[in-house]
């Protein structure tokens, strides 16, 4: 089993850019989650799908951000315009969503630098 | 919503040595406590969980013990090993396939 896959693994950009994450989860898993890790805040949930339909995005910081997940097997997570705040490792989880299988199953992450 | 709470926030011990982290929750309906270890570069991984149904799990090593009455469960690294040295993540979940509460973490160091 591959596990989850993120890309790009590092990005750098420029304030104002667009920056587009991507996930693949693990296949057969019907719950995604998009997470972002910094020394000030810990571990952020951001939004989490359930069967490809997004059910809380609550955690998603502003109007710049959004996520989409068009099929089981692909997710994106994109920030217009990014700035330097946003800078941060992002991380995307998976999991089966079947009583007694909750363990979310996480990516190796995507460092973002927004200069 | 669920409130998780880690302690300590950094903790370094001898190789050989036991390591204790703990977790407190304010949810009485979360029922499902993942460990996540997570080394540098690297995304968490999990490794050890307990349901509310169990009091404690043990793996090798680790164990976790899970005290629902006082809505608190912690993690336990018997012999201590450098390659131990990591930080450990203890979250919460109210339910299958709902979201993670994730504690702070705890920057563990086991010296050799």
């Known amino acids: 089993d591959a596990g989850v896959i993120q890309s790009p693994r590092h990005e750098v950009t420029e304030m104002g850019q667009e920056v587009t994450l991507r996930c693949k989860p693990i296949s057969g898993h019907n719950s995604l989650f998009w997470y972002r890790q910094t020394m000030m805040r810990g571990l952020e949930l951001l939004i989490y799908f359930n069967n490809n339909v997004p059910i809380d995005d609550s955690g998603m910081p502003e109007d710049r951000f959004s996520a989409k997940m068009p099929n089981a097997s692909f997710s994106t997570l994109k920030i217009q315009p990014s700035e330097p705040r946003d800078s941060a490792v992002y991380f995307c989880?998976?999991?089966?969503?079947?009583?007694?299988?909750?363990?979310?199953?996480f990516g190796p992450g995507t460092r973002l630098t927004v200069l | 919503g669920e409130n998780v709470e880690q302690h300590p926030s950094t903790l370094s011990v001898q190789e050989g040595d036991s390591a204790v982290i703990k977790c407190t929750y304010s949810?009485?309906?979360?029922?499902?406590f993942p460990w996540y270890k997570q080394e540098l570069g690297k995304g968490p991984q999990l490794i050890i969980d307990?349901?509310?149904?169990?009091g404690e799990k043990k793996d090798q090593r680790i164990a976790v013990t899970l005290n629902k009455t006082a809505k608190h469960f912690s993690l336990h690294i018997t012999e201590t090993q450098p390659e131990d040295s990591a930080v450990y993540f203890c979250a919460a979940s109210i339910r299958t396939g709902n979201q993670f509460y994730f504690g702070t973490g705890t920057s563990l160091t086991v010296i050799p």
């Open positions: 307990i349901r509310s149904n169990v």
């Open positions: 949810d009485s309906a979360s029922n499902y």
């Open positions: 989880a998976s999991s089966l969503q079947v009583a007694g299988l909750d363990t979310q199953y």
